[in-house]
């Protein structure tokens, strides 16, 4: 049986080991990092917590919708055994919210993918030896690595959290101007307590000015590798900083895991920067439904 319960009925103790022991942990279900990135979820539980769905949501004209927070690249439904229905978990979903927009992880199996968007992100399988992952490099970011060292770039790790903010407010974020300054509070938090709980990592690419030109906070989890967020220097983009930045990870982690996880991006221009890595493509679904009254659309605006 699944039910519907509010995050202060939550038995964090059954619900962290949920996530943890489900086919598809991710560090973004535990409870300690939806009560950063979200100021309300909800969760849907199947039985004693043999699976869950946290769920985002906010409130509009008095109507709570589900949304997908910035800084979680995936969530959907975390289940201990094979044998749990994704689709059950999303019709139930659709009796508590009118509107519901949600991205579903690469490991949920769905049975009846056509009313859900597929979207896709890019991983590179991980090996032993660095020297073989580098041949699969494309000739580009192997020329970006040869500017980098030109350049003299330099790598850093540990580098302050606030720097990397600073740099995506200046230059990604002014093409993306609905992430306020609520949201970059919101992602120095989430930096912080993943690296207070051994999760994460900064990374960052200096020139020999002292100039900040790449930066990204790296999740660490299981054997993933994730990038949750990063940006270049868009006035300093002919040094093959970003390249740089992700074959230093790539370089460093190698050993340690076995994939390593781009982020994601269904736009086709940065998709195909991230192939140019040897990476392969990898499909999540995006979930939608709108069960709205036709003149309460337009709440959504």
């Known amino acids: 049986m699944i039910r519907l319960i509010k995050r202060h009925q939550l038995d964090e103790i059954k619900y962290n080991n949920c996530i943890k022991k489900s086919l598809q942990s991710r560090v973004y279900a535990f409870s300690w990092y939806l009560d950063i990135a979200c100021k309300n979820w909800d969760i849907l539980i199947l039985n004693d917590y043999e699976a869950v769905m946290p769920i985002p949501w906010r409130k509009k004209l008095g109507i709570k919708y589900v949304y997908p927070p910035f800084w979680i690249l995936e969530l959907g439904i975390f289940s201990i055994n094979t044998n749990v229905k994704v689709d059950e978990f999303l019709q139930e979903a659709k009796l508590y919210f009118k509107y519901i927009e ?18 896709t ?16 490099y494309r000739k580009d970011r192997k020329k970006d690595l040869r500017r980098a060292k030109e350049y003299l770039l330099k790598e850093k790790w540990h580098d302050r959290p606030e720097n990397l903010i600073e740099l995506f407010k200046e230059n990604v974020g002014l093409r993306t101007p609905k992430i306020g300054k609520k949201d970059y509070d919101i992602l120095l938090r989430i930096i912080q307590e993943c690296i207070k709980n051994g999760v994460g990592e900064m990374l960052s690419i200096y020139n020999p000015y002292e100039t900040l030109v790449a930066s990204a906070f790296l999740i660490k989890y299981k054997e993933t590798v994730t990038i949750l967020v990063s940006s270049t220097d868009f006035n300093n983009r002919k040094n093959g900083a970003n390249t740089f930045l992700i074959d230093s990870a790539i370089f460093k982690y190698h050993k340690e895991f076995k994939t390593f996880n781009f982020g994601g991006s269904s736009i086709k221009s940065i998709a195909n920067y991230f192939l140019s890595f040897g990476a392969k493509t990898d499909n999540y679904y995006q979930f939608k439904s709108n069960n709205l009254a036709k003149l309460l659309t337009l709440f959504k605006k």
Do not use: G, M
């Open 102 to 119: 949600s991205f579903l992880n690469t490991d949920s199996v769905v049975e009846n993918p056509l009313n859900l968007k597929k979207r």
């Open 121 to 136: 992100l890019q991983k590179l399988q991980l090996q032993e030896n660095y020297e073989a992952i580098v041949d699969n």
